[in-house]
């Protein structure tokens, strides 16, 4: 992860802010479990963990050793009371930001995961669906060189009146000379969130966001791709085209085992204007590219987006270049599924650059990407919007 002129590493925390919840996870032993109405099904232990964007993609910053601010709402309740226990845990201070609403509930997710099927979430917003822009004070983004905010599908206040809340905190945000980033979430198609329209609120809030950072199938369904053909890399295209023009200086798209996409706005002065954590705009500027993931024995792949995202922000505040940043990015998304929580597989900066430069092998790509040319010294895919 070394660059040939790299940036000079930014100094300042990273405050992480958004969803927060409590995922319940119960053993289930037998395939097919059903639960229907009368009947009792007997489970194993239950596995209590944080999940959301704030303590997935924090704590991950958190174990790469960079410093972080995590800003979330919770309820005083028991959940609540579990939340800010286990943010401790992985250090003192990691609860300092927290809100604790009175009156209100913690958000949580139980997660029925039988053996041999697909996952189902039943989930409760809490006090996610009142957390709003006066939440994250100036205090708190004081020394900060980059704000990250996840999950706003999940959180009615930010979401409603076409993302106006939102809108005002990255505003307040790149005022104060943060770098702004965002994160998504896949809404219910049939909720009132996934009947939103996406179009408009992305057109709102991306002049203000600079690295917009969604998954490939929350993307499609946002912006109305329902063709239901193969990914590939025209499609990738277009998605990223269609974002560039609503004002993002760059998106990055996850693809979950094909690895992390991203495309930069070719306008030097857009990166320049992108706050404390700034890109070098020569080396960014104007870039398609594609980094594969990396091989691993796969234990679970809880968080492994927010894990991305932490990596790919580390890699901006050290001052990598883009080819690095994602290389860092998916290794520490690998490092996330090599266990079965969300962030126990994290490994400190130093260890994972190490394992990088050890020749870490990595998959295959899966998508067509044709006009795109393999770039085999810093493995990656370079594509046809590519201006380096």
Same mark, same amino acid.
């Given at each position: 992860?070394?660059?040939?002129?790299?940036?000079?590493?930014?100094? *300042?925390?990273?405050?992480?802010?958004?969803?927060?919840?409590?995922?319940?996870?119960? /053993?289930?032993?037998?395939?097919?479990?059903?639960?229907?109405?009368?009947?009792?099904?007997?489970?194993?232990?239950?596995?209590?963990?944080?999940?959301?964007?704030?303590?997935?993609?924090?704590?991950?910053?958190?174990?790469?050793?960079? %410093?972080?601010?995590?800003?979330?709402?919770?309820?005083?309740?028991?959940?609540?009371?579990?939340?800010?226990?286990?943010?401790?845990?992985?250090?003192?201070?990691?609860?300092?930001?927290?809100?604790?609403?009175?009156? $209100?509930?913690?958000?949580?997710?139980?997660?029925?995961?039988?053996?041999?099927?697909?996952?189902?979430?039943?989930?409760?917003?809490?006090?996610?669906?009142?957390?709003?822009?006066?939440?994250?004070?100036?205090?708190?983004?004081?020394?900060?060189?980059?704000?990250?905010?996840?999950? %706003?599908?999940?959180?009615?206040?930010?979401?409603?009146?076409?993302?106006?809340?939102?809108? /005002?905190?990255?505003?307040?945000?790149?005022?104060?000379?943060?770098?702004?980033?965002?994160?998504?979430?896949?809404?219910? %198609?049939?909720?009132?969130?996934?009947?939103?329209?996406?179009?408009?609120?992305?057109?709102?809030?991306?002049?203000?966001?600079?690295?917009?950072?969604?998954?490939?199938? $929350?993307?499609?369904?946002?912006?109305?791709?329902?063709?239901?053909?193969?990914?590939?890399?025209?499609?990738?295209?277009?998605?990223?085209?269609?974002?560039?023009?609503?004002?993002?200086?760059?998106?990055?798209?996850?693809?979950?085992?094909?690895?992390?996409?991203?495309?930069?706005?070719?306008?030097?002065?857009?990166?320049?204007?992108?706050?404390?954590?700034?890109?070098?705009?020569?080396?960014?500027?104007?870039? $398609?590219?594609?980094?594969?993931?990396?091989?691993?024995?796969?234990?679970?792949?809880?968080?492994?987006?927010?894990?991305?995202?932490?990596?790919?922000?580390?890699?901006?505040?050290?001052?990598?270049?883009? /080819? $690095?940043?994602?290389?860092?990015?998916?290794?520490?998304?690998?490092?996330?599924? /090599?266990?079965?929580?969300?962030?126990?597989?994290?490994?400190?900066?130093?260890?994972?650059?190490?394992?990088?430069?050890?020749?870490?092998?990595?998959?295959?790509?899966?998508?067509?990407?044709?006009?795109?040319?393999?770039?085999?010294?810093?493995?990656?895919?370079? *594509?046809?919007?590519?201006?380096?």
């Amino acid at each position: 992860m070394n660059s040939r002129r790299p940036k000079r590493a930014v100094a *300042g925390r990273i405050a992480v802010a958004g969803h927060v919840c409590l995922d319940i996870i119960p /053993e289930l032993y037998a395939s097919g479990t059903r639960i229907a109405p009368g009947k009792l099904v007997v489970v194993g232990p239950a596995t209590v963990s944080t999940g959301g964007a704030v303590p997935n993609t924090g704590i991950a910053l958190h174990r790469l050793g960079l %410093p972080v601010t995590l800003l979330g709402k919770v309820g005083d309740d028991l959940f609540g009371r579990a939340v800010l226990a286990r943010l401790r845990s992985h250090g003192r201070a990691l609860a300092d930001g927290m809100i604790v609403a009175r009156g $209100e509930n913690t958000s949580y997710t139980v997660v029925l995961s039988p053996p041999g099927a697909d996952r189902t979430f039943l989930h409760s917003p809490g006090a996610n669906d009142t957390f709003r822009a006066a939440d994250v004070p100036a205090s708190r983004l004081a020394g900060a060189a980059l704000l990250h905010f996840g999950y %706003p599908p999940l959180m009615r206040r930010m979401r409603s009146d076409g993302g106006r809340e939102l809108r /005002e905190l990255l505003g307040r945000a790149r005022r104060a000379g943060l770098t702004t980033s965002l994160d998504m979430a896949m809404p219910d %198609p049939r909720s009132e969130a996934g009947r939103l329209d996406w179009p408009r609120l992305l057109a709102r809030v991306l002049p203000r966001v600079d690295f917009f950072l969604p998954s490939l199938e $929350e993307i499609r369904f946002m912006l109305g791709d329902r063709s239901g053909r193969s990914a590939d890399g025209a499609l990738l295209g277009r998605l990223s085209g269609r974002l560039l023009g609503m004002g993002a200086a760059a998106v990055g798209i996850k693809l979950g085992a094909d690895g992390l996409y991203l495309r930069t706005t070719a306008d030097r002065s857009r990166l320049a204007d992108c706050g404390r954590a700034a890109p070098d705009a020569l080396r960014w500027a104007g870039r $398609e590219l594609l980094a594969p993931c990396f091989r691993v024995r796969v234990a679970g792949t809880t968080g492994s987006g927010d894990c991305t995202i932490a990596g790919f922000l580390a890699g901006l505040v050290k001052g990598l270049g883009p /080819e $690095e940043t994602l290389t860092a990015a998916v290794a520490t998304g690998a490092c996330c599924v /090599e266990s079965a929580d969300a962030t126990g597989g994290i490994i400190p900066w130093t260890r994972l650059a190490r394992r990088i430069r050890a020749g870490w092998p990595r998959l295959p790509v899966g998508l067509s990407l044709p006009g795109w040319k393999w770039q085999a010294r810093r493995a990656v895919w370079t *594509g046809p919007a590519d201006r380096s």
